[in-house]
């Protein structure tokens, strides 16, 4: 079975252009996180989602993030316009309600901006 | 929310036991979670607590300890392969699922 699926791996990019990170979650699973990792804040939720309904953004740090999922299998986060401090990896996770309570990680996305 | 506090690092022998403490606080607690996370890559799952006592899993266990706010997670016979970041998290009640993450323990393991 194909896992969570995330585009691109990585991406570089100036600063004030606009980045958009891809996200396929695991056939069946109704939920989709959104997360950032850093060396100084760790691993931090921005948002979720619950059936394509955004549950919970109070992690997205500004009104530059966005978030959606117009479907099931398919959500986006997008940074506009990005800085050089939104550099982190970007993980998207996914599962399924009554199953096994575990997160099913995306390999993630290395975002630089310069 | 909750305030999650473990070890910035931990080293070990190969062959050894490490046991890695994640102590919380939280308005209402509804599971506990350890993940690992290897240099570069995804977190993946390790073990879910949400009753008090120990959970066994091949080498790895972990321990909850609701009135305590606490957690360990113990892994015996250490290999080399298990030199990586381990990340425990919480979920609390009401919270449809989302977890919080502690900053993560490394792990290193030398010959």
């Known amino acids: 079975d194909a896992g969570v699926i995330q585009s691109p791996r990585h991406e570089v990019t100036e600063m004030g252009q606009e980045v958009t990170l891809r996200c396929k979650p695991i056939?069946?699973?109704?939920?989709l996180f959104w997360y950032r990792q850093t060396m100084m804040r760790g691993l931090e939720l921005l948002i979720y989602?619950?059936?394509?309904?955004?549950?919970?953004d109070s992690g997205m740090p500004e009104d530059r993030f966005s978030a959606k999922m117009p479907n099931a299998s398919f959500s986006t986060l997008k940074i506009q316009p990005s800085e050089p401090r939104d550099s982190a990896v970007y993980f998207c996770?996914?599962?399924?309600?009554?199953?096994?309570?575990?997160?099913?990680f995306g390999s993630g996305t290395q975002l630089s901006v310069l | 929310g909750q305030n999650i506090d473990q070890p910035t690092e931990m080293t070990a022998t190969e062959g050894a036991i490490v046991q890695i403490n994640c102590t919380y606080q939280t308005s209402g607690f509804n599971g506990l979670f350890w993940y690992q996370q290897h240099a570069g890559e995804a977190p993946t799952f390790l073990s879910y607590n949400v009753l008090d006592g120990l959970e066994e899993k091949g080498r790895f266990s972990s321990f909850l300890s609701r009135s305590k706010g606490y957690s360990y997670l113990l892994l015996k016979e250490l290999q080399m392969k298990d030199s990586a970041s381990y990340l425990c998290?919480?979920?609390?009640?009401?919270?449809?699922?989302?977890?919080?993450f502690g900053a993560g323990t490394q792990v290193v393991v030398t010959p």
């Open positions: 056939s069946g699973h109704d939920y």
């Open positions: 989602f619950n059936n394509n309904v955004p549950i919970d």
């Open positions: 998290a919480v979920r609390e009640m009401g919270s449809w699922g989302k977890l919080q």
């Open positions: 996770a996914s599962r399924k309600t009554g199953q096994a309570e575990k997160l099913f």
